[in-house]
């Protein structure tokens, strides 16, 4: 449809609403999105050139698509940052991007200040009040008309096995703001359209939150965001906004299935088409129990940052239990170490063909281990396809545990131990063994009320015998506080693994 788009919209029905802030029910109408970021984009491109990098340093809001369709709508590349990093983190990104604009807020003032301290970004927004070095938008130039072509987003990988990486592409091909792959991939494969109403509580420096939700405006759809994820404050916010899609990671799913089940029933959640899951494999307990509870609308979806769409319903699902799904359009290979193929049932690593190219920004080395062939791609994970194509994870590549000259999948016996009762949450990783080399410790999280006994420790390390083969099972269980997680909802297995090496 030619007047498909988020500006297209806006001009129709500068009323329409594009975002919604799920808790406080306040909103960001197209027309305000529009005039707001072509303001935006007149200052940045007054002092960036095209394919310039702009850092984006923003809590959860509203204001956060005000500066993503800023860069975007005027051919700059925006590279979301995650708020909750330390500064030193903060200003690698800030260096290895060469970004020359920050745009951040007051409520995330300090660690913009501390971050930017010495790094060459030589133009710093606040969406707000200035502070610091961060300047109120009225204070900068600005360009005499918004440059109209399409830029790019230049998300960071996350950062679970080391520092993260720049993922970056070429600028978008179509006018600005109008319907890419992406977007023709949520409206084919999830009917999604000027009706819909998407929610994502994820965090918008996350690559899936931020495309969906701007994918949605793009469709003409409106989108609602959360300033962090409460799993009954979800329920409650597909309720009052009448929520039609939705965007979820496993994690989510464990602690809405964990509320109470009178709590769960309180909400009307019945305007849901689509619940859609991805970003970390879904344990298949979790998963039935989802089914049961809301229907046959959960749907999920594999892919990388890098590249690659799988997808299934749940149809499909619990025809192959474990399962997630077939490629679409992109074909994928699984191939050994040596980068041979593997015959089907096979696990190796999963590689995937890519429609359009990129690079590590600034890392070349890291970016020719990634590709194969130029355009074959992994992001490390392991999986094996079955006869008929469809894909089954297994773990990451660097999660694996060699126990005895045996490998070990983490994911597995993750699967098994998420739906104790009392664990909240969990990781399991190979420490170091005189004899076998590795030996699996599981790292427990337990629910409240529980108390981190040997005694459950006994009892989980039984509770995962009878379910799996031994050596699989955890020799050891350590209880924590906190499981160290993304809010991607990815475990920073890294970090565990080198309190075991230190012994701190």
Known sequence: MASEGVFSTAQRTPT???????????????GELAERSADLARRLRHRLDEGDRVAILLENGLDYFVAAWAARRSGLRYVPINWHLQPRETAYILRNSEARAVISSPQVGDLAKDATAETAADLQLSLGAPFGAFQALSAVPAAP???????????????TTGAPKGIMRGLGRQAAGTVGPGEA??????????????????????????????????????????????????????????VTHALFVPTHFVRMLKLPEAVRKRYDLSSLKAVIHAAAPCPPEVKRQMIDWLGPIIEEFYGTSEGGFVTVSTAQWLERPGTVGRSVGAPLRILDDERRDLPKGATGLIYFRLDMPFEYYNEPEKTRETLFEDMWCTAGDMGYLDQDDYLFLVDRKSNMIISGGVNIYPQEVENVLTMHPAVTDLAVIGVPNDEFGEEVKAVIAVAEGQAPTPALATELIAYCRERLAHFKCPRSVDFVDAIPRLPSGKVRKHELLARYRTGN
């Open 16 to 30: 329409k609403v594009a975002a919604i802030l799920g808790t406080t029910g306040a909103q960001l109408p197209y």
């Open 145 to 159: 008309a918004v440059i109209d072509r399409e830029g790019s987003a230049m998300f960071y990988s996350s950062g």
């Open 185 to 242: 991939l949520m409206r084919d494969a999830y009917a999604m359209g000027p009706e819909s109403v998407f929610l994502s509580p994820g965090p918008l420096y996350h690559a899936a939150p931020l495309a969906w939700t701007m994918g949605a405006q793009v469709l003409g759809g409106t989108s609602v965001i959360m300033p962090s994820f409460d799993a009954e404050a979800v329920l409650a916010a597909i309720e009052r906004h009448r």
